[in-house]
């Protein structure tokens, strides 16, 4: 038997006990890591949350406009980390946040590119799909890149 099968019971139980007893289900329809990004970034930057399915923008903030916020966990992307991103996306915000995850959920990373900067590193990855795969280390290096991530751990301390 595998570790997810002899563990499926008793996932079930503790999955079943958030849902029913996690007030955001009722704000965000849905517990993810990339809620907790959403999240975190609108925190972070004096914003809020618009998320739903606005295709491009997930959190509105005075000071940066709308932001696309991406959230990877560390490993599920591969041995090449990276930032996904697609035209839609670059249409509908003027910056992109990237948050990256350890396996517990603790805070890799917090990168923010402004459009014109994320533009140009799409341009360069852009696949004939529309979908380009921007490396971590691309993304987090670029000039003009905003590392957040002391502001959101910030926010994360005051959680705690």
Known sequence: MSEKQNHAAEDAREIWNI???????????????????????????????????????????????????????????????????????????????????????????????PKLVAQGLYEKKRQSSGLAHISWADWSSVAGAKNIRAACESVMQGLC
């Open 19 to 113: 849902l029913q007893t996690a007030k955001c289900m009722a704000r965000y329809d849905k517990i993810s890591h990339e809620i907790l990004a959403e999240i975190l970034v609108a925190i972070a930057t004096g914003g809020e949350v618009i998320g739903g399915n606005n295709r491009g923008s997930d959190v509105r903030s005075p000071q940066f406009g709308l932001i696309e916020v991406k959230s990877r966990i560390l490993g599920t992307d591969g041995p090449y980390p990276r930032v996904s991103l697609k035209q839609h996306n670059l249409d509908k915000a003027q910056w992109f946040a990237a948050i990256r995850w350890d396996r517990n959920y603790t805070l890799y990373d917090a990168v923010m590119l």
